[in-house]
């Protein structure tokens, strides 16, 4: 039983580019969270997603951040425009509920250059 | 606010001693605590949880946590540091029921182990 994958483990983009984070949750897990570690910081949250739905989005950047996690596939990180303080590492973790706990993937680190 | 401040950016021991690595957390309602260790360019690897029953928790690898709910507490310890716990340690914390129940974790800005030999 494969983890938490994701991909790609590291991504460069230069300013103004679109940057994507894919994560592939453990099976039969079906909640997704997406993280996010500053350099020097703990892990922010960003956004908890079910199937086809976002149930909480409260740490995500009003603007150029957007997520998903539709019916079939991965989950979907999409970064627009990115600036450099986007450059940070990006975790994702999956959960077969909320009362449990998450596996987390060994994120994607992203470099805007 | 809810929020969970581990104190020390670092603690360092020797190879062979006990350790101790701290967590103070605030949070509405029963709290559900976490700890998780980061190797070098590596995910989160999950150590033990409290939820309810013992206050004290046993975990991965030999650690144990003790919850103090007085001292609202959930400090992280080893009876015998190895060299190879070195790692960033973070603290979390879960609030459970009401409109904060989507399991999102809020977690300390973590400490650093460095266990000497």
């Known amino acids: 039983n494969a983890g938490v994958m994701q991909n790609p483990r590291h991504l460069v983009r230069r300013r103004g580019q679109e940057a994507r984070l894919r994560c592939s949750p453990m099976?039969?897990?079906?909640?997704v969270y997406w993280y996010r570690q500053l350099p020097e910081e703990g892990l922010k949250f960003m956004v908890y997603?079910?199937?086809?739905?976002?149930?909480?989005e409260s740490g995500m950047p009003k603007e150029r951040f957007s997520a998903e996690f539709p019916k079939e596939g991965p989950s979907i990180l999409r970064i627009q425009q990115v600036v450099r303080g986007d450059s940070a590492a990006y975790f994702c973790?999956?959960?077969?509920?909320?009362?449990?706990?998450?596996?987390f993937g060994s994120g994607t680190r992203l470099t805007v250059v | 606010a809810q929020s969970v401040a581990q104190p020390e950016d670092q603690v360092n021991v020797a190879e062979g001693n006990p350790l101790t690595v701290k967590c103070t957390y605030s949070?509405?309602?029963?709290?559900?605590l976490f700890w998780y260790v980061q190797y070098p360019n590596r995910g989160l690897q999950f150590l033990l949880k409290?939820?309810?029953?013992?206050?004290l928790v046993k975990g991965s690898y030999g650690f144990e946590a003790e919850f103090n709910k007085s001292q609202t507490s959930f400090h992280l310890k080893k009876p015998s540091a190895l060299v190879s716990d070195s790692a960033l340690y973070f603290c979390?914390?879960?609030?459970?029921?009401?409109?904060?129940?989507?399991?999102?974790?809020?977690f300390g800005q973590g400490t650093t182990l460095q266990v000497k030999p």
């Open positions: 973790a999956s959960s077969s509920g909320t009362h449990y706990g998450y596996t």
């Open positions: 099976k039969g897990h079906s909640h």
């Open positions: 997603l079910q199937k086809e739905n976002i149930i909480d």
């Open positions: 949070v509405s309602g029963n709290p559900y």
């Open positions: 409290y939820i309810t029953g013992d206050n």
């Open positions: 979390a914390v879960r609030a459970s029921g009401g409109s904060s129940n989507t399991g999102k974790l809020i």
